[in-house]
């Protein structure tokens, strides 16, 4: 489990949330976006390819690693980036949805960032 949480701060979420900033705050040189958005895919493919055959990140339950790493792709569409070329984390975002006292990270914010100038 420990291994995941490591993975989803030094693999994944550099490139959705850098990705993600560059979408809606500031507007680097091209090559800057490419590379972040690069990084993300890579990531996103490695999750996918995990996810196949498995219902959760570490066996058939949800752990914290899901809920870590489900963090970062709950931004995903903020960085245009479209979860159905990734099936196998589209089903597994629709499990984690599923969960009873599911919320997306922003609806369990006072003021939701997606509103703020």
Known sequence: MREWLVWESDRLEPGINRSRFFERFAKPDQAVVDYHRKWAEMGLEVLNDLLDGQQ???GTAPTIADIAVFGVV???????FDIT???HVKAWWDRIAALPGFRLPYDLLPRMDKDAD
């Open 56 to 58: 959760f990140l570490v």
């Open 74 to 80: 709950a931004h995903m569409a903020e960085a245009r």
């Open 85 to 87: 070329a990734w099936p």
